[in-house]
């Protein structure tokens, strides 16, 4: 997908039940979230509060993927750091935001080597 090719090191579930459970079962907090709002068992929003809402999770920064422009400022008061609105674009502004991510959590500036530790999609 977009980030296919990228060395860039995933892993991905497929609704917020699954989710959970990863999260429950991580052995290392995830560096990243990439979390598209359009899950098809519930609601993203609900998910970036109850991730914010435990202690030892609220510090993973969320990137929020959606094809709704309008869930911009609901993305953001939810506590996601970053939005991206699906377009032809979106792989590039994505790529750009998880370096940025990297290089503001002290990972490092070459992203292609980190590890991109969960993709939460559809």
Sequence with gaps: LWIRGTGLVMRRVANGRELRSFLDRCLTTPRCLLLDLGLGDEDGLKICDEIKARPSLQKIPIIVLTGHKKM????????????????????????????SVYQDTAIGANCNTAQFSLWCCQ
């Design 72 to 99: 911009l400022l609901p993305a953001l008061n939810h506590q996601a750091l970053y939005f991206i609105h699906k377009s032809h674009k979106a792989n590039q502004e994505l790529l750009a935001v998880i370096r």
